[in-house]
């Protein structure tokens, strides 16, 4: 039962243009909700996050935006870089005695080209 | 402040044995977190503890997995009689505290992995 779903696995973007990643989520428990940014052979690396009774997160180039009525979230970066290619991770958190433990999708492999 | 530590950071055992994974969580957390990821899928959490205490385990299988962190010492993951199935990341979090705290959810760090393979 994926809880979280990521459906696109792969975003190719040109530099300078905006990357929208998508995360569609099952769970109406779910609080709190995470990026998160892995290079190969590194742990992931917390980019951004937005509570449930919020609809917009921003932080410098990313924003955060929460639909909860269609119970999905995207993660927009704007401008593009090379160095922002990685795999990206939505996560979700039921809060409560849940905090600690975290939901994620499969992924979204992000390729800025030059 | 060095960050999240994990060792090995590759391990190769054989069916039937057994393997032992280590996290040592950042300096001042005492709540650690235990994720798997096998080929091609996310993250999926195992377990969670604080030290000497095992607060969820509900995503640990619930045979020949076990984990523990001490009062002194790193967190240890411990996978007996390993098999094929066992082969993947092993990712270790830290954070100081669970939570909310000034609206924001505490940040878990993550440890660069254990990539296991059973051979």
């Known amino acids: 039962d994926q809880q979280v779903k990521q459906n696109s696995p792969s975003l190719s973007v040109q530099e300078g243009r905006i990357s929208i990643l998508n995360c569609d989520y099952t769970?109406?428990?779910?609080?709190?909700f995470l990026w998160y940014k892995k290079y190969p052979a590194e742990g992931p690396t917390f980019l951004i996050s937005?509570?449930?009774?919020?609809d917009k997160n921003e932080d410098g180039r990313f924003t955060v935006f929460l639909n909860k009525s269609a119970k999905h979230l995207s993660l927009h970066i704007v401008p593009s870089q090379p160095g922002d290619s990685a795999v990206y991770f939505c996560?979700?958190?039921?809060?409560?005695?849940?905090?600690?433990?975290?939901?994620f999708g499969q992924g979204t492999i992000l390729t800025v080209h030059p | 402040n060095a960050g999240v530590m994990q060792n090995p950071r590759h391990l190769v055992r054989r069916r039937g044995q057994e393997a032992r994974l280590r996290c040592s969580p950042m300096k001042g957390h005492s709540h650690v977190y235990w994720y798997r990821q096998l080929p091609e899928e996310g993250l999926k959490f195992m377990v969670y503890l604080q030290k000497e205490n095992i607060i969820d385990e509900s995503g640990m299988p619930k045979e020949r997995f076990s984990a523990e962190f001490p009062k002194e010492g790193p967190s240890i993951l411990r996978i007996q009689q390993v098999v094929r199935g066992d082969s993947a990341a092993y990712f270790c979090a830290s954070s100081p505290m669970t939570g909310i705290l000034a609206g924001e959810l505490h940040e878990q760090y993550f440890g660069p992995g254990t990539r296991l393979t059973v051979t």
């Open positions: 996560a979700a958190s039921e809060g409560g005695t849940s905090y600690g433990k975290l939901t």
């Open positions: 769970n109406s428990m779910f609080d709190y």
């Open positions: 937005i509570s449930s009774i919020k």
